[in-house]
């Protein structure tokens, strides 16, 4: 299941008519459908075609490969999924908040499946000759997002000049993916979870040593110290 290197185009077909979009969009579907019930091993051209209701060799003739389509399914999912993040990144204030819209977002993933896609990508990628690279590729929007970010929340504070946001970013996203994988392979999402709780309070801590603006949210508490509680 050889796959085109990046940025390689592996669109045949008759122009880009309002038709071969839809064929695309529904080979596309099928593709996510049968990563997620499948895995990457089952994820064939007839079993993605049957999803899509359409001739198996459409895929050959819209994509080049079955590798490329499935690249095309983490693309969409990744591009859906990067939306719905920076959308909730945008409603959170400082550092806490951002720790708890992670955690959200984590159980939204794990719900729909949206991790069972890459997951099977990367395993793929172990026996299919140019699948790391591509995958790998693909987490270089994720950083570039988390990076932001981190300066996000932490910009204005004493923080933002010992937290190399780049570095968070990188760490950052291999824990996350990792906790998901995790999640996604003995089904416990318990112990994520639990970490993550035990991040938002330290973040809390965090904005209030780093000076950031109070940033709490619901069932986090931070103890004034004794001359504050003196003085009330």
Same mark, same amino acid.
């Given at each position: ?23 695309? +969009? ?7 459908? =049968?990563?997620? /019930? %499948?895995?990457? &091993? !089952? #994820? @064939? ?31 969409e ?29 984590? +159980? ?7 991790? =069972?896609?890459? /997951? %099977?990508?990367? &395993? !793929? #990628? @172990? ?22 970010a ?38 416990d ?10 991040a938002?309070?330290v ?30």
């Amino acid at each position: 299941m050889p796959v085109a290197r990046s940025g390689a185009t592996t669109t045949v077909g008759d122009g880009g008519a309002p038709s071969s979009v839809r064929t695309r +969009e529904r080979l596309v579907a099928g593709a996510i459908e =049968a990563l997620r /019930a %499948e895995g990457f &091993a !089952g #994820a @064939s051209a007839r079993d993605i075609a049957r999803r899509a209701g359409c001739n198996q060799s459409l895929v050959f003739y819209h994509f080049g490969s079955v590798g490329n389509l499935l690249l095309a399914a983490l693309d969409e999912v990744s591009a859906l999924r990067l939306a719905r993040y920076r959308e909730a990144v945008g409603e959170a204030r400082g550092l806490a908040a951002l720790v708890e819209v992670a955690r959200s977002v984590f +159980e939204e993933d794990l719900d729909a499946g949206h991790m =069972a896609v890459l /997951a %099977e990508m990367i &395993a !793929g #990628a @172990s026996s299919t000759p140019g699948l790391g690279a591509e995958v790998a590729a693909r987490m270089a929007p994720w950083e570039a997002f988390a990076a932001d970010a981190v300066r996000g929340a932490l910009g204005g504070t004493p923080l933002a000049a010992v937290v190399p946001a780049d570095d968070m970013a990188h760490a950052v996203v291999a824990l996350y993916l990792g906790l998901e994988m995790l999640a996604h392979l003995d089904g416990d999402r318990r112990p994520a979870l639990a970490l993550f709780d035990r991040a938002r309070q330290v973040a809390a801590l965090l904005g209030v040593l780093g000076g950031a603006p109070a940033d709490t949210v619901p069932g986090d508490t931070v103890e004034p110290d004794h001359k504050e509680r003196d003085r009330r």
